[in-house]
């Protein structure tokens, strides 16, 4: 069975450009979750889906960033415009139920120039 | 609210060496308990858990006991590889909650 996967696994971009980032939660998960870790420092939450719905989005640090979960499988999450400080990883995971084990993707790779 | 405190690295240790990575934590109720792992260029990993009071969770040879005395969750190993070089990061959840809080991760190197 796959895993969560994400793409791209690494993007480098210029300050001001947009990044479209995108996880598939693993098959029959309907929560799906986007943390992210920034100049090495801890893990942080960014928002929750239950199958197309945004949860809680209480994380998201401004609104520069857009995640969205069409038709409740994969999810994207957009950068506009990107900016220095957004640099680091952006984890992608999934559970199939609340409560029940959260499994996590790769990471994407960010870089912002 | 939530969050975690874990020791700061970077650690580097010898092969055959033993490892602890210290992580307290501060939370309401009775939160389950992680250890993460990311191995170089891999994801997060879940290396094992704790879900209650001196519940000792276990993996790969490493162990952390769940210390509701001391809120601590300790992580252990008696013989390293180098294999165990990673970022290692302690982590809680709250019952009935889905948000995982971190702590800002120890990375580990070991030397042949």
């Known amino acids: 069975e796959a895993g969560v996967t994400q793409f791209p696994s690494h993007s480098v971009i210029e300050k001001g450009q947009t990044v479209t980032l995108r996880c598939d939660p693993i098959?029959?998960?309907?929560?799906l979750y986007w943390y992210r870790r920034v100049m090495g420092k801890e893990i942080k939450f960014l928002l929750h889906?239950?199958?197309?719905?945004?949860?809680?989005e209480s994380g998201m640090p401004n609104n520069r960033f857009l995640a969205e979960r069409t038709g409740g499988t994969y999810s994207t999450l957009k950068v506009q415009p990107a900016e220095l400080e957004d640099s680091g990883v952006y984890f992608c995971?999934?559970?199939?139920?609340?409560?029940?084990?959260?499994?996590f993707g790769e990471g994407s790779w960010l870089t912002v120039v | 609210g939530n969050s975690v405190t874990q020791m700061e690295g970077p650690v580097t240790l010898s092969e055959e060496a033993f490892l602890t990575i210290n992580c307290t934590y501060t939370a309401t109720g009775y939160p389950s308990l992680f250890w993460y792992v990311q191995y170089p260029g891999e994801g997060l990993q879940l290396l094992l858990k704790?879900?209650?009071?001196?519940d000792k969770g276990s993996n790969k040879g490493f162990e952390a006991t769940y210390r509701k005395e001391t809120t601590s969750f300790h992580l252990e190993k008696g013989s390293v590889q180098v294999s165990d070089s990673a970022v290692y990061f302690c982590?809680?959840?709250?019952?009935?909650?889905?948000?995982?809080?971190f702590g800002a991760g120890t990375t580990v190197t070991v030397r042949a």
């Open positions: 995971a999934s559970s199939q139920s609340q409560g029940s084990t959260i499994y």
């Open positions: 982590a809680l959840i709250r019952s009935n909650d889905y948000k995982l809080s």
């Open positions: 704790a879900t209650k009071a001196d």
């Open positions: 889906f239950v199958k197309e719905s945004k949860q809680d």
């Open positions: 098959s029959g998960h309907d929560n």
